[in-house]
């Protein structure tokens, strides 16, 4: 039986506080009672600490009561993504070679959530630090779709996509170095965004520090918004943080009526899945019938897998060279495999790529200079069977580049969205992938919530059956 708070958005659970229609404490017990019932099913956390969510709430509890309310995430739950560092809970990343200690440090992500009252029940299961596209690793074994529990949440942010899309908590925080947030968002029915490159601070230094982003995964871009705007902003830790006056992530400046929009069901390279692509062009047909001229652009690039998997994989690869060397069998043996090739590369070779991705950012900015929005799939399938690592039919892609579309927008560093657009024949959702120019967030944020408001597939919620 959900918990009776299962699949409220953050402003409903805030707005119930605040009228004091049930405490922080009470929205607690009841979540943890709707845990132990979706835990063994799922498989959504590595680490969980209800103790510390149960003083949080408390805590929470006191400040409603005396009028002093921090923030619309005051006493609601949510959970931290493994690649993420929480202040007295390890940080294992997916992986049997890194320690089972407590960090001595908050992300800022974490620690503006804190400021804010968010009560943090604990760390979210990810793939072996966020090398595959899918939710399984060697440390937590295989992490489930609640749409269908025999299929992959994606990955790497598995777990946070699956207890959010369980209804278990209306917001999490995950990672997106190549496509994280958005690959779970699109196979679990969710809003998944990563902003632009800076805008959510990230320390301790990632393994892949000119990639990696933080975003949320939620029901809504309403919701979206809301986290961003707690996350968001400098931090003197991350030198790549954006420096100056923080957007309005709400996108009341901005009307999405004036957008200029592109779509491309291929990028120019891809592959995609019939039933996706059709859900995915009837999706941009409903956008034009918002009132919005939409453009197709067939041709945009050219796939720059190559690219990525060098910045990445030599990343993590000289992160764990220290295991790769002298206990390899610690590693997922895909990822194992995928790191040594990526630290065999020679200087000049990895300085030529480095080169060609300012070539390729220079392009992808002057293609920003005609359109505010590029629309594709986010993905080119829908959810596959857990534990595989490619999907069926991409038996020639990595255990990254069959998401076709995510990665390429890592290298640039824009923001990027996936959106809920509809179901396939077998039950399983559909994504539709939003990106914007360089610091524009809000124009997704305004597209993505004026697409909700006139269509209800982010309303839809998971049977939690098994095919």
């Known amino acids: 039986m959900a918990s009776e708070f299962a699949f409220k958005t953050i402003r409903e659970l805030s707005n119930g506080l605040s009228r004091k229609e049930y405490s922080p404490t009470e929205l607690l017990a009841s979540i943890r009672a709707h845990y132990e019932q979706l835990e063994p099913k799922l498989n959504m956390f590595v680490h969980v600490d209800f103790e510390l969510a149960q003083r949080q709430a408390a805590a929470s509890e006191a400040r409603i009561m ?34 089972d200690q407590p960090q001595t440090v908050d992300a800022p992500s974490v620690e503006r959530l804190r ?5 943090i029940l604990g760390k979210s299961t990810t793939s072996e630090f966020g090398c595959k596209a899918v939710g399984d690793s060697v440390l937590t074994g295989i992490t489930r779709n609640p749409w269908d529990t025999a299929r992959t949440p994606g990955g ?15 917001y999490a925080l995950g990672t997106d170095g190549g496509g994280s947030v958005r690959i779970p968002a699109a196979l679990t029915g969710l809003f998944g965004i990563k902003a632009n490159f800076g805008r959510v601070a990230v320390f301790p230094t990632s393994a892949t520090p000119t990639l990696a982003h933080v975003g949320p995964l939620t029901h809504t871009a309403e919701d979206a918004s809301i986290v961003l705007s707690t996350i968001a902003g400098y931090d003197r830790r991350d ?77 993590v690869g000289t992160r764990l060279n220290n295991t790769i060397r002298n206990k390899p069998e610690l590693l997922d043996p895909p990822v194992l495999e995928i790191l040594q090739k990526a630290l065999e590369q ?16 220079e392009k992808m900015r002057a293609f920003f200079d005609v359109y505010d929005i590029l629309l594709t799939p986010t993905l080119p399938v829908t959810a596959f069977k857990a534990g595989l690592d490619v999907p069926p039919g991409y038996e020639d892609k990595n255990i990254v580049s069959w998401a076709t579309f995510t990665y390429p927008f890592n290298l640039t560093g824009q923001p990027a969205a996936s959106i809920p657009v509809g179901f396939a024949s077998n039950g399983m959702p559909v994504g539709l992938q939003a990106i914007s120019s ?10 993505a919530h004026a697409y909700q408001k006139s269509s209800k597939y982010h309303l839809e919620n998971p049977g939690l059956h098994s095919s």
């Open 239 to 315: 030198p790549f943080t954006v420096v100056g006056a923080q957007p309005n992530f709400s996108g009341g400046t901005k009307s999405y009526r004036n957008l200029r929009i592109a779509w491309s069901p291929t990028l120019g390279y891809g592959r995609v899945d019939p039933e996706v692509l059709q859900l995915t062009e009837q999706a941009v047909k409903h956008i034009e019938r918002l009132g919005l001229n939409v453009d197709l652009v067939d041709q945009v690039m050219e796939d720059p897998i190559d690219m990525w998997t060098a910045e990445f994989y030599a990343g």
């Open 346 to 361: 020679d200087m000049q070779d990895y300085y030529q790529s480095v080169f060609r991705r300012y070539e390729f950012r």
């Open 115 to 119: 400021n804010a009252g968010a009560v």
């Open 438 to 447: 360089t610091h524009d967030e809000i124009s997704i944020l305004a597209l």
């Open 156 to 170: 790497s942010s598995c777990g946070a996509a699956a207890m959010v899309a369980a209804g278990l908590v209306p």
């Open 66 to 99: 005396n009028g002093s309310t921090l923030s619309e995430l005051d006493g609601i739950p949510t959970s931290i993504k493994d690649l993420i560092a929480v202040k007295g809970m390890p940080m294992r990343a997916g992986s049997r070679a890194t320690p």
